[in-house]
Each structure stands twice: as structure tokens, then as C-alpha cells.
């Protein structure tokens, strides 16, 4: 019986996801996994799966990890015609607050993604509220509060809002970022070092919204997977997180065509020599370079991912 490739893919995504639940037991991270098991059961096309780990990442959170199970479920709720029931838990969420980012991050995706921006702004808003507490606040890139910081700008800007006192903060952390970054990696990199380009799933979503044929057909799941056998084949390479807002202006900067590879190329290899990138391979027990607060080995060094 020939299996096709989308079989294929769902198959790959059915084992992960019972991968993750299965690590759940045992990881002392629960809600984290069973989160993003959710994640490779919707991709499946497993919803009740979905809600069935949601449901319960949803009862074991703590308030103390990475990814937030109350707020991922809210989201599955309203993403698929729960209104009543999504904003009952997001209302929970608004009164008694939380220490976990993702939670508020989280929030304005869901709203994204049944289009209401202004009410996704309004969840970054009050997110940025409670982990910034003023424009002068002493925060890096990575810090609690930056990715809510940068979600802002990019939403703002595509609102067509004017920049103000938050989005120059967010300004502030990144070219910070890229001096301390710089500062390091031209210690211990060298420019020919190949540099591979890795787009986070916000980034990749607005991508494939706004150049659907920079990658047709491609899911995140696979571009991922992509950038990790690219990696394997380059022992010496670098990854750089993309930013499509940083793209847009490094093309413009150069006066170089948006759309072609190349453009894509030069942006991640200056990067790179700018010492925007993170050396791979990172350790089996470190966070895996992706972005998913999960370990090497049980992310993309997992046996088989790539």
C-alpha cells in the first residue's frame, strides 16, 4: 500500500505527540509537554486528543512553566467555536493574573487567529503592564516580558499604529542584543562559518501569510526539521533566528529584491558575522536551539526528528 506524504506527516506527527505524552509521566515537566503534544495532535488533525492534553496541561499547571496549559486551552476553546466557554477561562486568567508569559502571549495568538487584532493587542498590552514595569525597566532579549515587547511592535505595526514609548523600548533591547551578541561571537566564531536561517512559528505563520511561496505547502513542524538537517550537514554551521520585520529592513537597507532567495541568504550570513547567530550543536541536556524551552535531546536531537 503506497503511503503518501501527507500520511506520512500525520503519522510522524501522531508519534510525537504520543512521544510527549508519554515523557509527561516522567519529566517533572507536564504541563510544558502535554502542551505541545496538543500542538502535534492538531496538526494530525486529532482535536479531540487535543483538547483531551489541553484539558488536562490545563488542571496540573502551577503557574511555574514555560508554556501555559490555562491559557492554551482557552485558545483551543475559541479557536474552535467556544466563545462562551474560552472567555469564561480567559476572564479567570485576567483576574488573577500569572507569572508566565506565554500566558498573555498566548491569549493574543488566540485572538489572531479568529481576527480580532485589537483584542489581541489588548492581551500584549496586559501582559507587557504586568512584566514591564516602566520604559526604563533593565530587561534583555530573552528576559520575561521581551517576547510580549516584540509580539506588541509587530502587531502594532501592522495595524498601522505610530511607534511609541514601548515599541522604542523594544527597539532599545534589540540593538542591545545585537552588541552583546556581536561582542561574543566574534571571540569565538569565524565569518565563514555557514549560517543556517530558522524562522520561530510567529515569524513563519506572517511569512506564509504574506509570501506563501517562499515555502509552499511546508508546516513548521517540516521547516524545522529542515533547519536541524541542514545543521547535521554543517557541523561547523550557526543558527539565526529570523525576524521578518528584520528581513524587510535589511532588504530595504541594501536596495535588494524581498523575494529572492538570495536576499534571505545574505541576511542570515550578515547576521551571522554581526554575531546574531547561536552555536550548534547545543548539549544534550541544554535548551534545544529551536526555541521550545524543551531539551536538545528531547527536541530537535531527538532520534528520528531529523
Not at 569565538?188 to 509552499?216: N, T, V
Given at each position: 500500500?503506497?503511503?503518501?506524504?501527507?500520511?506520512?506527516?500525520?503519522?510522524?506527527?501522531?508519534?510525537?505527540?504520543?512521544?510527549?505524552?508519554?515523557?509527561?509521566?516522567?519529566?517533572?515537566?507536564?504541563?510544558?509537554?502535554?502542551?505541545?503534544?496538543?500542538?502535534?495532535?492538531?496538526?494530525?488533525?486529532?482535536?479531540?486528543?487535543?483538547?483531551?492534553?489541553?484539558?488536562?496541561?490545563?488542571?496540573?499547571?502551577?503557574?511555574?512553566?514555560?508554556?501555559?496549559?490555562?491559557?492554551?486551552?482557552?485558545?483551543?476553546?475559541?479557536?474552535?467555536?467556544?466563545?462562551?466557554?474560552?472567555?469564561?477561562?480567559?476572564?479567570?486568567?485576567?483576574?488573577?493574573?500569572?507569572?508566565?508569559?506565554?500566558?498573555?502571549?498566548?491569549?493574543?495568538?488566540?485572538?489572531?487567529?479568529?481576527?480580532?487584532?485589537?483584542?489581541?493587542?489588548?492581551?500584549?498590552n496586559i501582559g507587557v503592564n504586568r512584566f514591564v514595569p516602566s520604559?526604563?525597566?533593565?530587561?534583555?532579549?530573552?528576559?520575561?516580558?521581551?517576547?510580549?515587547?516584540?509580539?506588541?511592535?509587530?502587531?502594532?505595526?501592522?495595524?498601522?499604529?505610530?511607534?511609541?514609548?514601548?515599541?522604542?523600548?523594544?527597539?532599545?533591547?534589540?540593538?542591545?542584543?545585537?552588541?552583546?551578541g556581536a561582542q561574543i561571537e566574534s571571540i569565538r566564531r569565524h565569518?565563514?562559518?555557514?549560517?543556517?536561517?530558522?524562522?520561530?512559528?510567529?515569524?513563519?505563520?506572517?511569512?506564509?501569510?504574506?509570501?506563501?511561496?517562499?515555502?509552499?505547502?511546508?508546516?513548521?513542524?517540516?521547516?524545522?526539521?529542515?533547519?536541524?538537517?541542514?545543521?547535521?550537514?554543517?557541523?561547523?554551521?550557526?543558527?539565526?533566528?529570523?525576524?521578518?520585520?528584520?528581513?524587510?529592513?535589511?532588504?530595504?537597507?541594501?536596495?535588494?529584491?524581498?523575494?529572492?532567495?538570495?536576499?534571505?541568504?545574505?541576511?542570515?550570513?550578515?547576521?551571522?558575522?554581526?554575531?546574531?547567530?547561536?552555536?550548534?550543536?547545543?548539549?544534550?541536556?541544554?535548551?534545544?536551539?529551536?526555541?521550545?524551552?524543551?531539551?536538545?535531546?528531547?527536541?530537535?536531537?531527538?532520534?528520528?526528528?531529523?
Amino acid at each position: 500500500m503506497t503511503v503518501t506524504s501527507g500520511e506520512a506527516q500525520r503519522r510522524l506527527h501522531v508519534e510525537y505527540a504520543e512521544a510527549l505524552e508519554a515523557d509527561a509521566e516522567t519529566s517533572g515537566e507536564q504541563c510544558n509537554d502535554l502542551v505541545e503534544a496538543a500542538d502535534y495532535w492538531h496538526f494530525a488533525g486529532e482535536h479531540e486528543r487535543e483538547e483531551r492534553a489541553l484539558r488536562v496541561a490545563a488542571e496540573v499547571d502551577d503557574d511555574s512553566n514555560v508554556l501555559h496549559g490555562p491559557a492554551a486551552y482557552a485558545k483551543f476553546l475559541l479557536t474552535h467555536g467556544r466563545r462562551a466557554e474560552a472567555e469564561e477561562r480567559f476572564a479567570r486568567l485576567l483576574r488573577e493574573g500569572s507569572n508566565c508569559e506565554w500566558a498573555y502571549v498566548t491569549a493574543s495568538m488566540a485572538y489572531r487567529l479568529v481576527d480580532e487584532p485589537q483584542e489581541a493587542l489588548r492581551w500584549l498590552n496586559i501582559g507587557v503592564n504586568r512584566f514591564v514595569p516602566s520604559l526604563d525597566a533593565e530587561i534583555e532579549m530573552g528576559d520575561a516580558g521581551s517576547e510580549l515587547l516584540r509580539q506588541r511592535s509587530l502587531l502594532r505595526r501592522e495595524l498601522g499604529l505610530p511607534p511609541d514609548g514601548l515599541d522604542e523600548l523594544h527597539e532599545r533591547l534589540t540593538e542591545h542584543g545585537r552588541q552583546i551578541g556581536a561582542q561574543i561571537e566574534s571571540i569565538r566564531r569565524h565569518d565563514e562559518d555557514p549560517a543556517i536561517l530558522f524562522w520561530p512559528a510567529a515569524d513563519f505563520a506572517e511569512i506564509q501569510r504574506e509570501r506563501p511561496g517562499w515555502y509552499p505547502g511546508t508546516e513548521h513542524l517540516e521547516h524545522r526539521r529542515e533547519a536541524e538537517r541542514a545543521l547535521r550537514q554543517h557541523p561547523d554551521a550557526a543558527v539565526v533566528i529570523g525576524s521578518f520585520e528584520s528581513l524587510v529592513g535589511f532588504a530595504a537597507s541594501r536596495g535588494i529584491a524581498l523575494d529572492e532567495q538570495s536576499t534571505r541568504a545574505e541576511f542570515a550570513a550578515e547576521a551571522a558575522r554581526r554575531g546574531l547567530a547561536i552555536a550548534w550543536p547545543p548539549g544534550r541536556n541544554d535548551a534545544c536551539w529551536c526555541g521550545s524551552a524543551r531539551k536538545y535531546k528531547k527536541c530537535c536531537g531527538a532520534p528520528g526528528f531529523a
